[in-house]
């Protein structure tokens, strides 16, 4: 593994060409000559380059705590709930929901799938209202829907009825992760995203043990009111309560943050500016970079990474307590069983994320690794015929670390798309790929094979070594690409920086004291807070 001293500069380097996307070789590589470069206050229009006062080491860091305290609790309560309530299904179906709404042969399969439908239909207009609307406003309504539309899947008793509750609550959670990306890319710097994706991805996996908890706890219940329907209803009302807070305590963007002060506003916006994604507010849809995003080698490289990811995530989720069951443990044991899986890929999540923020070169070698688990697994799963069941478990086990792949890609489109209509236009294709899989995945578990699978657990062994050779393909490709912009532009550049700022300086941050440094120091000009692509950023190079 590289070491961090492999992956930065020690020092604060500023490359300075004629201008932010120009090709003159001037180069500048201490603090002492950035100061003296970038103290002149000669830049003055729409408020870009006035001077907002000084934050030092202790008040950056107190500002961005202030920031996570406020921003991560909200993602990372949202994207719990909205893990427990897509999967509550897998528990629902071991507490009576297939017999209660009469589902018969693959009545359950299109149920779990049909969610997928509902979110393949919303996920890219809503990617477009994401960076057009008031975000917190926007989610927060979204969250009354989904909340609403949880709850009533209780008052179902046929198959219609579930269909047709499943496909909206895909509508509603469409929302979510490309909302969820957006205020990470506003809020934070390209080596700070992977690490709060990961935070936030992980509530996935505390969903999961809560809602396994939940799940063992409810089915204790014997009253009247099947089980199953508790836990809509009790998830359903936890969610639309969510959505008071989202309204209430999340800003809409920086510069709407009443919790920081107006010199911190502006501190905290020049921060992404040099050293994140750019600016994200007062944006507007740009066709040329959509076709951009589709003319993007790596385009297609994440989004077949990501559709061979999740085809075996969407199986495993929706028959995981089935596959337990059919190990020997009750329907009760197989919720509990569910933690250990959960409490493994809280591990994996969160990090592999703080890796991937750590070393600017490791996020594909880790996309990589951390699906090699799975192949061994899905491998002893399909032979439980001849081995023990206590192997086919430990099988299962190591399948847990397979959901660490796509948040790893979620912070990879973060950190190395630019341009916020070319951003959210990969995210959508993202989500597209995330649907296609978690459509395709359950169909595999073919009921007929029940309660082997064979057919399914060989789908995910090769689905996850095709995974393994995708991400080294990816990565070869963008250390090319990297070598051929540092050849025609005649500089390094920096995969920790947003590209050319304050009249064409490049910035490459060993730490958090020099993006104090550089955003004390360095004047912006009106055309940083431009909306540009990574592909018209000089001096822009991707995290590999």
Aim: aromatic share 12%; proline share 4%.
């Amino acid at each position: 593994m590289a070491s961090p001293s492999d992956e930065r500069e020690p020092l604060l380097q500023l490359h300075q060409p004629e201008s932010s996307h120009g090709q003159s070789r001037f180069v500048m590589d201490t603090a002492e000559e950035i100061h003296m470069a970038t103290t002149s206050n000669d830049a003055t229009n729409d408020g870009a380059g006035d001077a907002i006062g000084n934050i030092d080491q202790v008040g950056a860091r107190r500002l961005l705590r202030r920031i996570d305290w406020r921003i991560m609790p909200l993602l990372f309560l949202t994207y719990t709930l909205n893990f427990m309530d897509k999967t509550i299904l897998s528990s629902a179906a071991v507490f009576g929901l297939r017999e209660d709404t009469h589902l018969k042969g693959t009545n359950y399969s299109w149920v779990s799938s049909v969610f997928y439908f509902g979110f393949l239909l919303w996920a890219y207009p809503t990617t477009l209202l994401v960076a057009r609307l008031p975000i917190a406003k926007y989610l927060a309504v979204n969250t009354f829907f989904w909340g609403a539309v949880v709850a009533l899947t209780a008052a179902c008793s046929d198959y219609g009825g579930l269909i047709t509750v499943r496909f909206f609550l895909g509508v509603a959670e469409a929302t979510i992760s490309p909302a969820l990306m957006f205020i990470t890319s506003t809020w934070y710097t390209r080596d700070e995203i992977p690490t709060r994706t990961g935070i936030w991805f992980a509530g996935n996996s505390v969903g999961g043990i809560i809602a396994s908890l939940l799940a063992y706890g409810i089915g204790h219940i014997t009253n009247s009111l099947s089980p199953w329907r508790w836990m809509f209803i009790i998830l359903g009302v936890a969610t639309f309560l969510l959505g008071f807070g989202l309204f209430f305590l999340l800003p809409d963007t920086i510069s709407d943050a009443k919790f920081l002060t107006p010199q911190e506003r502006q501190w905290a916006g020049d921060r992404v500016v040099i050293a994140g994604m750019g600016r994200t507010e007062k944006t507007s849809w740009k066709r040329e970079q959509v076709l951009e995003c589709l003319r993007d080698p790596k385009t297609w490289l994440i989004w077949s990474i990501a559709l061979l990811c999740q085809i075996p995530n969407g199986g495993t989720q929706n028959f995981a307590n089935l596959v337990i069951t059919s190990f020997g443990f009750t329907s009760l044991q197989s919720t509990l069983i569910n933690i250990p899986y959960s409490v493994i890929s809280i591990v994996a999540i969160s990090g592999t994320g703080w890796l991937a923020g750590r070393f600017r070169s490791m996020n594909c070698i880790l996309i990589g690794l951390i699906v090699l688990p799975p192949v061994v697994g899905s491998a002893l799963i399909g032979s439980r015929n001849s081995i023990p069941h206590g192997v086919s478990l430990f099988g299962y086990f190591l399948l847990s670390t397979g959901p660490a792949g796509l948040p790893l890609l979620l912070s990879l489109v973060q950190s190395d798309y630019r341009g916020v209509t070319k951003k959210m236009t990969m995210t959508a294709l993202l989500f597209i790929a995330y649907c296609v899989g978690n459509i395709v995945g359950p169909q595999l578990f073919i009921s007929t094979e029940e309660p082997t699978y064979g057919t399914a657990f060989r789908a995910i062994m090769i689905c996850y070594a095709l995974v393994v050779c995708l991400a080294a393909m990816l990565r070869f490709y963008l250390q090319l690409v990297n070598k051929r912009r540092q050849r025609e532009e005649g500089i390094e550049g920096s995969a920790g920086a947003s590209g050319a700022v304050g009249g064409g300086k490049v910035a490459d941050f060993a730490d958090s004291r020099n993006v104090t440094e550089a955003v004390n120091e360095v004047q912006l000009r009106p055309e940083d807070y431009e909306d540009v692509t990574d592909w018209k950023t000089f001096g822009f190079r991707y995290r590999l």
